[in-house]
Nanobody, 124 residues
Framework: QVQLVESGGGLVQAGGSLRLSCAAS????????MGWYRQAPGKQRELVAA???????VYTDSVKGRFTISRDNAKNTVYLQMNSLKPEDTAVYYC??????????????????WGQGTRVTVSS
């Protein structure tokens, strides 16, 4: 069973940076696309970014140019570097994994693996 453990959330001022990490257990990490979702209060969970096994990345428009997703297969870890943070980035961020990049980026309800979430708060 794959377990995803997020870390790196916290409180930061607008314009600041944070780096989220997601450590995955098992060799399944290397065979899954990885991604980050977020859920703000009162809103639906939305995709932030995803990376395929080969390193191709996908971003939601609102974070393009500010966030960078990367994966280190040797460490079974995926990262989300968040720069120029805005108050609207405030949310609980969830790590996700699925063997299909299409499912991971389009059908959140069908994604197989989820972390517990880490909270990011951006103050104005």
């Amino acid at each position: 069973q794959v377990q995803l453990v997020e870390s790196g959330g916290g409180l930061v001022q607008a314009g600041g940076s944070l780096r989220l990490s997601c450590a995955a257990s098992g060799s399944i990490f290397s065979s899954n696309a990885m991604g980050w979702y977020r859920q703000a209060p009162g809103k639906q969970r939305e995709l932030v970014a995803a990376v395929t096994r080969g390193g191709t990345t996908v971003y939601t428009d609102s974070v393009k140019g500010r966030f960078t997703i990367s994966r280190d297969n040797a460490k079974n870890t995926v990262y989300l570097q968040m720069n120029s943070l805005k108050p609207e980035d405030t949310a609980v961020y969830y790590c996700a994994a699925d063997s299909s990049i299409s499912v991971l980026t389009t059908f959140a309800s069908r994604v197989v693996y989820w972390g517990q979430g880490t909270r990011v708060t951006v103050s104005s």
